[in-house]
């Protein structure tokens, strides 16, 4: 990663740092988005962060203090979207409803906060000229594929969760917008990932859970649900180099480890680090933990790993060291 | 096909048939909808048409008189779709913005009324309890394949149209809503559909153009374009066949014939059949009509032929078949 020292100025298009890259994360002040702020910014880019901050958080950028723009604003509001694409040279589209498990209440979470606000980005960059888009999907589009590991050329493209009809839902949009107004795209289809400032998934449940009651662990399903993991900064570091290394008009990798981590071992994991003993670990029973859930998902990540890049952690790895982690952030008795 | 003998009443939930099924066709005013009616009245359902006449149009059900129910209503009014479902043990979705070309100049339209209008659908059956859907998919969610003839477990799906954003788009809620909430699902990825009461497309433009000035007909692209097309009986046909024979969560088929036509041959086919001598056919040149124009799609077919489906025509049987009928419908001087 190069570095290139930057003047701080934090007033819009006043940057004096030549040739930076202006680039826009929806969803920057989140989860995955902020990991991949701190890298932008190390790279001397000029980063936007749109957030709602509906599960984004003020102090997963606050470091950054004026180096950053960050705009508070919903995709739905398309409006506000095109207030802040003038000028931008790649979007990096990571903002989306976080929690898979609410689509089964509440049926149209998926469709607006994914689907129609990736159109609303896609008309935003049509209506101000920006050519480039970088897409966080995900390995749902999968659905429950029969080849595994699954490769980014597998079909058909079953998603079994609303979730992931709308991740298929929006790379669609995406090719449709290169096919028809020549845009450049990225699809980045995640693994499950884990790390530091992690606000949902599996991992943190379970240190909630054991934070509540630290005798015993319930495990939704029977805990033989497997699936590819990767850490969170490894993530952000693939999205960087493969913008940087590829440059096809659709750009489709899968992000992920070589191996998988079953939720057994997850929750085996998990109370080893918290350090709680004779802790009983108890399973609802069943083949996946909710409607809508695939029980194996196991990625091939050698399209990325032919790119050059190398992640630091493979599944299993990525699990213990977010347990370590998410244990200090979230703080046990 | 069975034919069951019906006492007409046209009084909702009010039939006197035995095991007749209920059936709800959304664009069924509509080119292709229009056939289905006519199979399925029939073979003895109690069909409702739902449609907003946008395309539509009643002479091509109004024959069936009071054997019929008809809904005006627009699947983006969610109450009128609601209301409109209980009872159904099918629905055959088949409505949509029948124009591709549209969806570069108001790029919402096939977001609403492809996307967002399957959603509509679903929810109204997840709310009403109906569990079957059969839904017409297209081949354009094959993007430009790179294998061809192009078997329906192809993938990457990069759809170059928002047309075929929004068909991949449905597909995906549709498989959704199978695994979630527990649906079944016939998928029906449609070459170019062609036959009486078509109301767009390459042949209808042709006739219309001729019509106007029989001494020239102007071309879009350089007439290499070259796609499989079916007759509109044949797949309404396969549509009514397919779900009757198969029976699996997902019941995903492409409905085509095993062969393609150019555009150069569609129309020195509609120059012929429209008897007018002398026609210079003009070509505008480039590989594809617009933008987001497939230049060649051959779809394979043989999952449909297993099925033990053979359709009548041939793509340049359909084309000739086609111009014949819409020479006849359109009428010229």
Redesign the interface.
């Known amino acids: 990663m190069k570095l290139i020292s930057r003047i701080n100025v934090g007033l819009k298009n006043n940057f004096h740092v030549a040739q930076s890259m202006k680039v826009l994360v929806t969803g920057g002040a989140g989860f995955i988005g902020s990991h991949l702020v701190d890298l932008l910014v190390e790279r001397g880019d000029e980063v936007t962060i749109f957030d709602n901050m509906s599960s984004g958080r003020a102090e997963f950028f606050a470091h950054h203090g004026e180096n950053i723009q960050f705009v508070e604003g919903d995709l739905l509001d398309l409006a506000a979207v095109k207030a802040a694409m003038p000028g931008t040279d790649l979007v990096f589209h990571l903002a989306a409803n976080p929690d898979i498990r609410l689509?089964?209440r509440v049926?149209?979470t998926d469709?607006k906060q994914g689907?129609?606000a990736t159109?609303n980005v896609?008309?935003s960059m049509?209506c101000a000229d920006v050519k480039n888009i970088a897409f966080a999907s995900s390995s749902v589009?999968y659905?429950?594929a029969s080849e595994m590991p699954t490769p980014?050329?597998?079909?058909?493209?079953?998603?079994?969760?609303?979730y992931?009809?709308?991740k298929?839902?929006s790379?669609?949009?995406i090719?449709?917008?290169?096919?028809?107004?020549g845009l450049k795209a990225w699809l980045f289809r995640f693994a499950n990932i884990v790390g530091a400032r992690g606000t949902h998934g599996v991992i943190f449940d379970f240190i909630h859970k054991l934070k509540a009651d630290p005798t015993r662990l319930e495990v939704l399903g029977n805990g033989r649900q497997e699936k590819s993991y990767m850490e969170v900064i490894d993530c952000a570091r693939a999205m960087v180099h493969l913008t940087e290394s590829t440059n096809d008009q659709?750009n489709?990798f899968n992000l992920g480890t070589h191996d998988t981590c079953s939720v057994r071992r997850i929750a085996e994991i998990v109370v080893e680090e918290t350090g709680f003993e004779n802790v009983s670990i108890e399973y609802t029973g069943g083949d996946r933990g909710w409607?809508?859930d695939v029980p194996k998902t196991m990625l091939d990540p050698s399209a990325l790993f032919d790119q050059g890049f190398t992640p630091n952690y493979d599944s299993e790895g990525a699990i213990r060291h977010t347990a370590s982690t998410l244990i200090q952030e979230i703080g046990l008795p």
């Open positions: 689509g089964t049926t149209d469709l689907t129609i159109y896609l008309e049509r589009v659905g429950e980014e050329t597998y079909g058909p493209l079953f998603p079994i969760s609303l992931g009809a709308s298929l839902g790379e669609a949009l090719t449709s917008w290169v096919g028809t107004f659709v489709c409607a809508g």
